[in-house]
């Protein structure tokens, strides 16, 4: 668990006024399988924000869980929160989406969307992820997801406009500020 605050950053790359007319990248053409067994579409949330997080259930960061359901309750007329379980990060997240699921429901009373297990980084990186850290695919910055709970926030037409390391809490000024 230590090693979760040995390597997180806590760097906030934000986007302004970058997008233009011919950006048309957008996370809408994203679905994803949900940790419930169903699809997560993207394109369900146009109008509201999103926040992407990639979590794990035995991390240092695993706490952010409490902060990350505030939030989606505080704001969720307006934003939507997703977490995506990945096990990149010295197997962190070893279990599978059954015990993701309970876990993140009897110890958080998580309700906003879960994503099914994926890689966040590396060969078997989710397309997903692809989108999310790579300018050419995004068209607007690359990432480095560096650890667990890094975050990607989105705007009401499903561009890229922030990343957050690890260290930024959900509820923390930076995120807060632009939704």
């Keep these: 668990m230590l090693?979760?605050?040995?390597?997180?950053?806590?760097a906030v790359t934000a986007i302004h006024n970058t997008a233009s007319s011919k950006n048309t990248a957008s996370v809408y053409q994203f679905s994803v399988a949900a940790l419930d067994g169903g699809v997560i579409h993207f394109s369900d949330f146009k109008g509201k924000k999103i926040l992407i997080v990639n979590t794990a259930?035995?991390?240092g960061y695993t706490p952010q869980y409490k902060e990350l359901e505030a939030l989606y309750e505080k704001y969720k007329n307006k934003l939507v929160v997703v977490g995506?379980?990945?096990n990149n990060f010295m197997n962190q997240?070893?279990?599978?989406?059954a015990e993701i699921k309970e876990f993140c429901?009897?110890?958080?009373?998580v309700t906003f969307p879960m994503a099914q297990k994926i890689s966040v980084?590396?060969?078997d990186i989710a397309p997903i992820y692809i989108w999310l850290?790579?300018?050419e695919k995004n068209n607007v910055l690359d990432a480095e997801v560096g650890w667990n709970f890094n975050k990607f926030l989105l705007d009401e037409e499903g561009k890229l406009i922030a990343h957050f390391g690890s260290k930024v809490k959900?509820?923390?000024?930076?995120?807060v500020s632009r939704l």
């Design 3 to 10: 090693a979760c605050n040995q390597q997180a950053g806590n």
């Design 105 to 109: 429901t009897q110890n958080y009373g």
């Design 170 to 175: 959900p509820l923390d000024d930076e995120i």
């Design 133 to 135: 850290t790579h300018k």
């Design 57 to 59: 259930s035995k991390c």
């Design 84 to 86: 995506f379980p990945a």
């Design 93 to 97: 997240e070893p279990g599978s989406n």
């Design 121 to 123: 980084k590396g060969d």
